[in-house]
């Protein structure tokens, strides 16, 4: 890279930005991948996906809420350990801090829902307690991700979505603001 000029790198500067503004075309795509069953539940993956956005959606959260509720669990596959600071990190140039937080975190506040059988600790959003977007965390696990592991519920589909995050994916980068 020393030896590089300033040409050159113009070049490859015009073709990371063409390959940075097709990020939803790819996200699409991968979330369209997700098609096998989470294992040991009733639903696929992208299922869970469709149906925590579409819960998000009817309850008239904001636009990036609902794309971030669409790629909330993007992280299972490559990063299985710590899925939720991976999906934060995809989302975080796009989105707002209550949002990124609310997805990186979210991996902690659904341990209230199984950890204890695991003898683990339910509890373990407690420390988030005074945190200003604890209830927002808390609420999104609650009524949208925790709950979207129905079989019978009707999604809407990614096309539906797929406006939504290519205007997500579009907007300037938080950090160039
Ligand atoms: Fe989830």
């Not at 790819?26 to 956005?53: C, D, M, P, V």
Request: with cysteine; glycine share 4%; hydrophobic share 35%.
């Amino acid at each position: 890279m020393k030896n590089g000029t300033k040409e050159e790198y113009l070049i490859l500067d015009k073709h990371e930005q063409d390959y940075i503004n097709n990020t939803a075309d790819r996200i699409l795509k991968f979330l369209g991948g997700l098609n096998s069953t989470l294992e040991g539940y009733k639903i696929t993956r992208l299922e869970h996906s469709l149906q925590t956005a579409t819960r998000a959606f009817n309850d008239k959260a904001d636009e990036e809420m609902v794309v971030a509720a669409l790629l909330h669990d993007i992280g299972d596959e490559l990063a299985p350990l710590n899925h939720s600071e991976y999906a934060a990190s995809v989302l975080k140039p796009y989105v707002s801090e209550k949002t990124h937080w609310i997805i990186e975190k979210h991996g902690e506040f659904q341990m209230y829902y199984y950890a204890h059988h695991l003898g683990k600790n339910q509890n373990q959003r407690d420390k988030y307690r005074e945190h200003k977007y604890y209830n927002d965390a808390l609420h999104f696990c609650e009524k949208w991700d925790q709950a979207s592991f129905d079989p019978n519920y009707k999604s809407m589909t990614l096309g539906d979505f797929a406006p939504m995050i290519k205007r997500i994916f579009a907007k300037k980068p938080y950090s160039l603001l």
